[in-house]
């Protein structure tokens, strides 16, 4: 950014120390994202907080001798972006290695992988993401990954990061066989054969304790690896604070063994980080719950002593996640009426909705909210049972469904009518994927148009929504919140430049103006922040963006396309363009 620097010393006027600022930015086109005052030409920072906004006059009141002066020259400026749901901590791991997610068969992924392997003759483990069923004309099997990779152990996720292809090397070196147990039988398991032997597909995590068995899995360099480069990552896309709902790691289902170490391993790190001023996003992150056997109550008293240890308005756990069930895509999640095509088939839960309503109620005591990952309508009904009786137990409960994918028009009622906050992904709702085959196949119409990806018609009733890309479900080009933006304010796959197609077909989009609250002041709301950042007000956190151009002038899907000058976060530049 050619920043315009202008030292000034005003004979007429001499501010004391404690009264001028330390910056100021000034002929700017400021949206506020405070509805009591939402345009401004200004904005005055000293410290890491805000004390002016107002017109480029009011704001000469403030210069001192010291004071840095930056003339905008009618740029941009918006609060910093707030992500709601991406996972930028370790999950870095589960999009490394080849990236299939652009090939259009079996033929051409078998073919990127080959050529990767053949490129990397030094890996022990060849590793990938983003296949989906549609791309493989069906399941993945072992036999066909072995033509690319016939003699290492061979790992691939698909593009949700849920499910996982194995080849025949890597299904011997985890030591998987007829016998291996599946975790959740129809929710957590190995695709088999008639004769019960796994055939190379992982649904739902089943192959997480494989990654590690095979030598793929190495925290103590993952872990800072990942957490580095995808927070530096988000910055540059103007992402000034983050939940991230779980830390991803190969041990999430070991709830109260792995899971807890990983967590308190990861938020250390991030603590020495937080204490040296170089953590460039505030974070607040969630213990992760997936596991069908693990202890409602020890869960919740776990996560009232990481609220307690990690308590700072830059790295904080206030909440929890509950992740009780698999993907639509996948056929295991659960819903209201049977799949379109299994006609006797519901799906499951892998936490049952029992748990999900002794986690929800206890949290509410402990002053802990809890954040439900709802697929299928049927768990979305569940989450709203449970934040309801959570709320009569804490009336100021901002438990929320994450994602609603799919959510029963009965349940929206209830969503709209007791404004229970929801989060979305838009790429879970388009295209993007084979989304828009899956949902057709499995669950058609007419409740793809009733029940699928109702975030808008959520935000047009007056339920705060948040928007986030769920890194590394999408892939970290991703990430940027004007990216989500654009898919929320379109209904278009934005990863795809050569598609236009709207899906739901009779979906009605965000506003530019509910799409940017989602990623400012109501994503604000949602983390307990609103007091503190979410909007430039005075005495809030000096969190903000400068943007070339404004993305409410912008032509709908093209937000993401405006230049990105500076990232500002607690008073600190985090990101500037070259």
């Not at 600022?21 to 400021?30: E, F, G, L, R, S």
């Not at 992500?83 to 999009?95: M, V």
């Not at 430049?497 to 506003?511: A, G, H, R």
């Not at 151009?549 to 993401?560: E, L, N, Q, R, V």
Request: proline fraction near 6%; aromatic fraction near 6%.
């Amino acid at each position: 950014m050619n920043r315009i620097i202008i030292l000034l010393t005003l004979t007429s006027f001499t501010a004391l120390a404690n009264e001028a600022a330390d910056i100021i930015y000034t002929n700017a086109n400021v949206r506020t994202m405070n509805e009591t005052q939402p345009r401004a030409e200004a904005v005055a920072i000293k410290g890491n907080k805000i004390v002016m906004v107002g017109s480029a006059v009011n704001a000469k009141s403030l210069i001192g001798t010291d004071t840095q002066v930056i003339d905008l020259k009618g740029k941009t400026v918006l609060p910093g972006f707030i992500s709601t749901h991406d996972h930028l901590i370790a999950s870095r791991w589960t999009t490394s290695g080849v990236q299939i997610y652009d090939a259009t068969s079996k033929a051409e992924a078998l073919a990127k992988i080959k050529a990767y392997a053949e490129a990397n003759p030094d890996h022990k483990v060849i590793k990938g993401v983003g296949w989906d069923k549609n791309m493989l004309e069906g399941m993945p099997i072992a036999t066909d990954l072995d033509k690319a990779v016939p003699n290492r152990p061979a790992i691939i996720l698909d593009n949700t990061i849920h499910d996982a292809w194995l080849n025949s090397a890597a299904l011997e070196a985890a030591n998987v066989t007829k016998d291996t147990p599946d975790a959740v039988p129809g929710v957590t398991y190995w695709v088999r054969d008639d004769d019960g032997n796994p055939t190379g597909a992982a649904i739902e995590i089943q192959w997480f304790q494989s990654y590690i068995d095979i030598g793929a899995w190495d925290p103590d360099a993952m872990i800072p690896e990942s957490a580095d480069y995808l927070l530096n990552l988000a910055a540059r896309n103007g992402t000034t604070m983050v939940l991230v709902p779980g830390i991803v790691t190969p041990n999430i289902k070991d709830v109260h063994g792995g899971m807890e170490k990983d967590f308190v391993t990861a938020m250390d790190i991030l603590q020495e980080w937080a204490d040296a001023d170089k953590l460039p996003l505030r974070v607040q992150a969630q213990p992760f719950f997936k596991t069908p056997v693990g202890d409602p109550h020890r869960f919740v008293d776990f996560g009232a002593r990481m609220k307690q240890k990690y308590n700072s308005d830059i790295l904080r756990t206030r909440s929890l996640k509950i992740h009780p069930e698999g993907n639509t895509v996948a056929g295991t999640a659960p819903f209201v009426d049977p799949y379109k095509n299994q006609p006797t088939h519901r799906g499951k839960f892998n936490v049952q909705p029992e748990t999900t309503m002794a986690i929800v109620t206890k949290a509410a005591k402990a002053g802990l909210d809890v954040f439900i990952h709802t697929d299928g309508d049927r768990s979305s009904r569940a989450a709203v049972d449970a934040i309801l009786e959570a709320r009569k137990i804490n009336p100021d409960s901002r438990s929320a469904l994450h994602h609603a994918i799919w959510v029963h028009p009965d349940d929206q009622k209830r969503i709209i009518e007791n404004q229970i906050p929801v989060n979305s992904t838009p790429s879970f709702t388009n295209t993007f994927g084979g989304g828009k085959l899956d949902n057709e196949r499995m669950i058609g119409y007419p409740r793809i148009d009733t029940s699928l990806g109702r975030y808008a018609h959520f935000a047009r009733n007056g339920v705060k929504v948040s928007i986030s890309a769920d890194v590394p479900s999408t892939s970290p080009t991703m990430q940027a919140p004007l990216f989500v933006v654009d898919g929320a304010t379109t209904g278009i796959d934005i990863s795809n430049p050569n598609n236009t197609e709207v899906f739901p077909p009779n979906w009605q989009p965000m506003t530019i103006h509910q799409a940017m609250r989602a990623i400012t002041i109501d994503a604000a709301w949602m983390l307990a922040m609103e007091d503190k950042v979410g909007s430039l007000e005075v005495n809030k956190y000096a969190d903000l963006v400068i943007l070339e151009s404004d993305p409410y002038d912008a032509k709908p899907g093209t937000a993401h396309q405006i230049p990105l000058l500076m990232t500002v976060m607690n008073g600190r530049v985090t990101h500037e363009a070259q």
